[in-house]
């Protein structure tokens, strides 16, 4: 069984930055793409970022492009998110997620992904 952890989340001014971590127990974690997924209060999880197994290749929606990168160290079983220039519409809960099959691409769509983690708050003051 796969555990995803996530922390690093908390309350944070307009402009500032934060770093996600994404931890992993239990079966392999680095031959699987993750991705990092948001909830925003009253709307629908959205796709934020992924990475492929190696880390070669990175996807990011538009609304986060430019201000956030997504990293990973699998010697440690972590996948990072630094958010940076962080604006009050990226207040939600932060998802981390491993995809279904191994070695696949770093894919948009939730259900691509089999194990979730519990989330994190994000939150960010105007």
């Known amino acids: 069984q796969v555990q995803l952890v996530e922390s690093g989340g908390g309350l944070v001014q307009a402009g500032g930055s934060l770093r996600l971590s994404c931890a992993a127990s239990?079966?392999?974690?680095?031959?699987?793409?993750v991705g990092w997924f948001r909830q925003p209060p009253g709307n629908v999880r959205e796709f934020v970022a992924a990475?492929?197994?190696?880390?070669?290749?990175?996807s990011y929606a538009d609304s986060v492009k430019g201000r956030f990168a997504i990293s990973r160290d699998n010697a440690k079983n972590t996948v990072y998110l630094q958010m940076n220039s962080l604006k009050p519409e990226d207040t939600a809960v932060y998802y981390c997620?491993?995809?279904?099959?191994?070695?696949?691409?770093?894919?948009?769509?939730?259900?691509?992904?089999?194990?979730w983690g519990q989330g994190t708050q994000v939150t960010v003051s105007s």
């Open positions: 990475i492929s197994w190696n880390g070669d290749t990175t």
């Open positions: 239990g079966r392999t974690f680095s031959t699987y793409a």
């Open positions: 997620a491993r995809e279904r099959g191994a070695y696949g691409l770093p894919y948009r769509e939730s259900n691509a992904y089999v194990y």
